[in-house]
């Protein structure tokens, strides 16, 4: 039978109750149970899984902390209890005036073979023997109320798709920046942002190749204020190569090495300018997976001591104190490995081992003839392999940016119109309809940008102030990624 409205549901749910009483050679009753709380609770299935219940005696609520998918609803108007746990007693249904069912007869109860409607919360009152038996015998409700309590069960689903991007929209809204000027415009040419300490930093230069840089942190996204002189980081500075690794951000400039710890104050590095550094590629953070995967350092790429033409991948140890290699000179970087506009990310396989994929260009220009870009792929640092494939490649982007993103490799460029992804960073296919750019992005094609992914998964793309547009802040985040962590089993 199907429950329609709780204002009408009969009678109470019935729940196992035994009577713990004995007789002695008096014939003396025992002692009733005072217990009247609700010691498990669980649904059927849905969508073939069970979801767990979290009971809150002290607030007497019980619910989902893994929300159910979006569209359940046409599943729990009419699903099972598969499991309603008291010590023993009766668990009776109050109805929307919040009065409960039972009244004269409190043995006719509702069999828990019947369906119930969870589409809006569901109230219960747990009667212990001992109420019960008080009850039976025509005590008020003022003396036996202690040994009852009252619960709300709330099956809880998700109002969001959780395969679609958010941009933070209202609903019914079309999506619009985070947030217009953030840097008055100062921010106006090619730029890289990069996140220390849960602090977002832009970097970019001035029209007079002065270093400027604007932050806020990742919880107060309007937040937005200069940084003030950047002191000990030269102009010639590649912005594409800064970096974070272990709390500390690195760059290069003519070949040396730079660091700071807050971003405004940076000096020389005194341990690692024993070579030339044409570019700083990935930092390998320590891996929480697999504990034999112990890569951790900065893989650049330096140049050769006794041909500058000659390039070759280096990296180094777990404090970037020194360098490492694969031989005493190092492996040689290929031509067509990329040289500027590095995007890089971490990511772990299915075995737990970490590793890096990056995109680039491979010239200093801003666009290239059109044809597949390559992902670079390692898992040391060290030795780089291109995943080349004939078919269902990326297609070329300018200024390419590369995310490990929802177990899955993300791809795109400043056209702001599709994202490609893949599985393993091989095979590319266009995302589907749902993961995209909003219109006004999409209106500022060609625009300088940089990107970055904070740790509570969101997708920051801050635009450079251009001839199509102001200096802008967007930020999305697939829906998914958003929901607390599941609880199914």
């Not at 149970?33 to 007497?60: C, E, N, W």
């Not at 760059?251 to 660091?259: D, N, R, S, T």
Request: with cysteine; proline share 3%.
């Amino acid at each position: 039978m199907r429950i329609k409205f709780l204002s009408v549901i009969v009678s109470l749910l019935f729940v196992s109750f035994a009577i713990s009483s004995c007789l002695n050679d008096n014939n003396q009753v025992g002692e009733y149970s005072t217990d009247a709380t609700i010691h498990a609770f669980a649904l059927d299935t849905v969508h073939g899984k069970s979801y767990q219940f979290t009971i809150d005696q002290l607030k007497g609520e019980i619910y989902n902390l893994d929300s159910l998918p979006m569209g359940s609803d046409t599943i729990i108007d009419k699903i099972l209890i598969k499991t309603l746990t008291t010590v023993s007693g009766a668990v009776i249904l109050i109805n929307k005036e919040g009065k409960d069912s039972i009244k004269d007869n409190v043995t006719q109860g509702l069999n828990t073979t019947d369906s119930v409607d969870f589409r809006e919360p569901l109230k219960v009152k747990v009667m212990s023997m001992e109420a019960m038996n008080l009850m039976y015998q025509g005590i008020s409700e003022d003396t036996y109320k202690k040994y009852t309590r009252r619960y709300t069960i709330e099956v809880r689903v998700h109002k969001q798709d959780p395969d679609s991007l958010n941009w933070g929209q209202a609903k019914g809204q079309q999506p619009a920046p985070l947030m217009k000027g953030f840097s008055g415009g100062a921010i106006s040419g090619p730029q890289k942002a990069v996140i220390l300490n849960k602090t977002i930093f832009v970097f970019s230069k001035t029209t007079a190749s002065q270093v400027i840089a604007y932050k806020t942190l990742t919880d107060n996204p309007r937040g937005w204020t200069s940084t003030g002189t950047i002191n000990g980081l030269p102009a010639s500075v590649d912005l594409s190569s800064i970096l974070n690794f272990k709390d500390q951000l690195y760059a290069v400039a003519e070949g040396i090495m730079y660091y700071s710890t807050d971003g405004t104050n940076w000096q020389k590095h005194t341990t690692l300018n024993d070579r030339k550094i044409a570019s700083l590629l990935v930092g390998f953070p320590e891996n929480q997976g697999n504990n034999l995967n112990k890569i951790i350092g900065i893989a650049a790429v330096s140049v050769d001591a006794t041909d500058a033409k000659i390039h070759r991948f280096c990296f180094t140890n777990e404090n970037a104190t020194s360098w490492t290699e694969t031989s005493d000179l190092g492996e040689v970087v290929a031509d067509s490995f990329p040289r500027t506009n590095i995007s890089a990310t971490i990511f772990s396989n299915n075995t737990g081992v970490q590793g890096a994929m990056l995109m680039g260009t491979t010239t200093n220009e801003r666009t290239e003839a059109v044809k597949p870009i390559l992902p670079w792929g390692s898992y040391n640092g060290l030795s780089w392999a291109d995943l080349y494939t004939q078919n269902a490649f990326c297609p070329i982007l300018t200024l390419p940016s590369i995310i490990h993103y929802g177990k899955e490799f993300y791809a795109f460029g400043n056209e702001f119109d599709t994202f490609y992804t893949s599985v393993a960073g091989i095979a590319w296919y266009k995302a589907n309809k749902k993961f995209y750019f909003p219109t006004e992005l999409t209106a500022r094609k060609g625009s300088e940008y940089s990107m970055v992914v904070d740790s509570n998964n969101f997708i920051w793309i801050i635009c450079s102030k251009g001839l199509t547009g102001t200096d802008d802040v967007w930020r999305c985040r697939l829906n998914k990624l958003g929901f607390k962590e599941a609880l199914t089993k």
